[in-house]
T-cell receptor, first 112, second 111 residues
Framework: KQEVTQIPAALSVPEGENLVLNCSFTDSAIYNLQWFRQDPGKGLTSLLLIQSSQREQTSGRLNASLDKSSGRSTLYIAASQPGDSATYLCAVRLTGTYKYIFGTGTRLKVLA | DVKVTQSSRYLVKRTGEKVFLECVQDMDHENMFWYRQDPGLGLRLIYFSYDVKMKEKGDIPEGYSVSREKKERFSLILESASTNQTSMYLC??????????FGSGTRLTVV
């Protein structure tokens, strides 16, 4: 059974720091992996989608990498800002399925 | 941009009531999903649908049913609401190898 783990569960950093959020999964037969952001009380906003054949994806200050063989993805946030404060979730879709399995998230606080 | 619209942001219902949560997407996606999100438990899949009138149980279907009569609309039904169904409900849609798009969520409180 696929399990998705995110470490750390919470993170507090001063503004301007570069950050790495980690996502681990147990089954490497994945179709793709998606990173989301969730603000308190709101829905999920898609940040980046990495297909299984890709190693990384970039959008602005965000870069996500994927290493299927080690069962890991990282989300890199450059020059963090207070507006980046949110919970970040990764979700893995296994090959041959429609559904995603979610990690429990990393709650990020960027201090001004 | 794909839009997934959930009909209510906040809902308060009484125990035993039949509750309908509606979700509409505007991008002709085949796949639609209902999740619930609870502190410490993360997102858990209730039901999903990969075509009109087609549905499959997710991980926690007990106490819920769904309806998909039209491609753009996926409804979650709580047959007899109970207090342990108080939660944030999230609808999502997607197609092919592309990822999910989520709605803004419905915070349901059952009293």
């Amino acid at each position: 059974k696929q399990e998705v783990t995110q470490i750390p569960a919470a993170l507090s950093v001063p503004e301007g720091e570069n950050l790495v959020l980690n996502c681990s999964f147990t089954d490497s037969a994945i179709y793709n992996l998606q990173w989301f952001r969730q603000d308190p009380g709101k829905g999920l906003t898609s940040l980046l989608l990495i297909q299984s054949s890709q190693r990384e994806q970039t959008s602005g200050r965000l870069n996500a990498s994927l290493d299927k063989s080690s069962g890991r993805s990282t989300l890199y946030i450059a020059a963090s800002q207070p507006g980046d404060s949110a919970t970040y979730l990764c979700a893995v879709r296994l090959t041959g399925t429609y559904k995603y399995i979610f990690g429990t998230g990393t709650r990020l606080k960027v201090l001004a | 941009d794909v839009k997934v619209t959930q009909s209510s942001r906040y809902l308060v219902k009484r125990t035993g009531e039949k509750v309908f949560l509606e979700c509409v997407q505007d991008m002709d996606h085949e796949n639609m999903f209902w999740y619930r999100q609870d502190p410490g438990l993360g997102l858990r899949l209730i039901y999903f649908s990969y075509d009109v009138k087609m549905k499959e149980k997710g991980d926690i279907p007990e106490g819920y049913s769904v309806s998909r009569e039209k491609k753009e609309r996926f409804s979650l039904i709580l047959e007899s609401a109970s207090t342990n169904q108080t939660s944030m409900y999230l609808c999502a849609s997607g197609t092919g190898g592309f990822g999910y798009t989520f709605g803004s969520g419905t915070r349901l409180t059952v009293v």
